[in-house]
């Protein structure tokens, strides 16, 4: 069976930091793209980030370009978000997912993923 499980998330003031891991268990996807989405209350879910196979590609959304870098660690079978900089409109549930093809087309998709995590929350106060 299939588990993303993320971690990291809390609660931290304005401007400063935290780190989301995403372990990924029952098969590996370190040749698959995985990305990050966030929901915020009364708000649909929304791109954040996501990695390509080699890692050598990521998109990011506009919002929190030069604030967020998302990476992996395929031996681990993880991916993490950093984000630094952090606002209060960046609060919200963030969700890891997963795409189970070997060949991504749209990384800022939420139907490009098969997988999903259960997600962490992360507050952020003013």
């Known amino acids: 069976q299939v588990q993303l499980v993320e971690s990291g998330g809390g609660l931290v003031q304005a401007g400063g930091s935290l780190r989301l891991s995403c372990a990924a268990s029952?098969?590996?996807?370190?040749?698959?793209?995985m990305g990050w989405f966030r929901q915020a209350p009364g708000k649909e879910r929304e791109f954040v980030a996501a990695?390509?196979?080699?890692?050598?590609?990521?998109y990011y959304v506009y919002s929190v370009k030069g604030r967020f870098t998302i990476s992996r660690d395929s031996a681990k079978n993880t991916v993490y978000l950093q984000m630094n900089s952090l606002k209060p409109e960046d609060t919200a549930v963030y969700y890891c997912?997963?795409?189970?093809?070997?060949?991504?087309?749209?990384?800022?998709?939420?139907?490009?993923?098969?997988?999903w995590g259960q997600g962490t929350q992360v507050t952020v106060s003013s």
């Open positions: 997912a997963a795409d189970a093809a070997l060949r991504t087309y749209n990384y800022y998709s939420q139907s490009t993923y098969n997988y």
């Open positions: 029952g098969r590996t996807f370190s040749r698959n793209a």
């Open positions: 990695i390509g196979r080699s890692g050598a590609e990521t």
